[in-house]
């Protein structure tokens, strides 16, 4: 396989479209889309990590997930695991223990002016430790909080991901893996 550099354009059926350089991102159309990946990360307590961004980029100061972009040929679990590598020093045997939720559809808004249309897939990863080492170009500081808080700053648009109804289900899916539902038991969730 040639080994792509950039971000692998999409249409709304997500059928590829083209390849472009990282900075073109800021001027795709209306109607392109980009594929990325967030992941919930519970400890041992319950509480979601969430991340506020550094002030660059397409978030600059709001709050998320550990998230970012599926680069070049990555598939979306092998975006996710460098994800938690590179903003959080997840080691690598412990992130390859992230299970697979689903993917949304989602508009994001850009400093206010525009939207920017992702396919996330979404993950979770139960930890017995809360160390991390953060990046601190990509993030300004962390936090842990109560779940259903966390559930609901997404669910109202108080992070970087749009107000939505649809993440009712991967909330639910969250819960389970935290309360021990196997991966089995997850995926027959989908």
Excluded at 95 to 102: A, D, G, K, Q, R
């Amino acid at each position: 396989m040639k080994e792509i550099t950039g971000y692998k354009v999409f249409d709304e059926k997500k059928e590829l479209k083209r390849v472009v350089p990282t900075k073109a991102e800021l001027s795709l159309e209306d109607n392109e889309w980009l594929k990325g990946v967030s992941c919930f990360i519970i400890n041992k307590e319950g509480k979601i990590l969430i991340e506020k961004r550094a002030n660059k980029g397409l978030t600059p100061g709001k709050l998320d997930l550990c998230s970012g972009h599926v680069d070049g040929n990555e598939v979306s679990t092998q975006a996710m695991i460098r994800e938690l590598r590179e903003e959080l020093g997840i080691p690598l045997e412990e992130s390859m223990n992230v299970i697979p939720l689903e993917e949304l559809d989602l508009k994001f808004e850009n400093k206010g002016t525009s939207k920017r249309n992702f396919f996330i897939k979404f993950f979770c990863l139960k930890r017995n430790k809360d160390n991390v080492k953060i990046q601190k170009d990509e993030v300004e500081e962390i936090c842990y909080i109560p779940m259903e808080e966390a559930f609901e700053l997404i669910r109202t648009g108080k992070t970087k991901f749009p107000k939505d109804d649809r993440y009712e289900n991967i909330f639910e899916k969250v819960r389970e893996i935290y309360h021990g539902k196997s991966k089995k038991e997850v995926k027959e969730f989908k």
